[in-house]
């Protein structure tokens, strides 16, 4: 998870125990310990992102994620991920194969005395309980097939990482040649 920040970047990885969520007509629920660092960068944000990786791929990356704070350090740097934004600006690591940006609608924090199931009740010992989020999902990137690069300037254009478009990179120059053909300019569609 990542909110609309400056660099260097927080990321949030959430337990599968805690993403319950349920996506209803566009709307996700999720949940967020109050206690670590990047609950008050989503509380001060109105959009966050949510990605998702490929089944087996950044397991040591995520794990990472999992177990540092982004207080210690650049998370993004760290794992060797990068940083695309959304139009919002909301950062999101673009080795992800989908990525949910979504707008805050709704924040409450769970209540001992509203779980049902006492079970639950085990994951909060010390009694540190989640910030609930609604939030609405405004854009879905879906990057099935292959990596895209987002490049954005005067126009954007969405080129995908494959040899047939990227031509040459120089990363001391910080420079790539690509070929671009009709389509790949979010403002020809």
């Not at 969520?21 to 990047?38: E, F, M, P, Q, Y």
């Not at 993004?76 to 690591?93: I, K, Q």
């Amino acid at each position: 998870m990542n909110a609309n920040t400056p660099p260097p970047h927080p990321i949030c990885t959430i337990p599968e125990w805690v993403v319950e969520g349920s996506i209803n007509r566009g709307v996700r629920a999720d949940h967020l310990v109050w206690i670590i660092n990047t609950y008050g960068i989503v509380e001060d944000s109105d959009t966050l992102t949510l990605s998702f990786f490929p089944a087996g791929e950044y397991r040591d990356a995520l794990r990472y994620c999992g177990t540092k704070s982004g207080r210690d350090g650049d998370k993004f740097a760290a794992t060797g991920w990068t940083v695309e934004r959304t139009a919002e600006g909301t950062p999101y690591p673009a080795e992800a194969n989908l990525v949910l940006v979504c707008r805050k609608l709704y924040a409450d924090d769970l209540k001992e005395n509203a779980f049902i199931d006492p079970e639950m009740l085990n994951h909060y010992a010390a009694k540190d309980y989640h910030r609930f989020y609604i939030c609405e999902i405004t854009e879905v990137l879906d990057y099935p097939g292959n990596k895209v690069y987002v490049v954005r300037g005067e126009k954007e254009y969405m080129i995908p990482a494959v040899n047939q478009f990227i031509l040459s990179t120089d990363m001391e120059k910080n420079e790539m040649q690509v070929r671009l053909i009709e389509g790949m300019g979010t403002h020809e569609n």
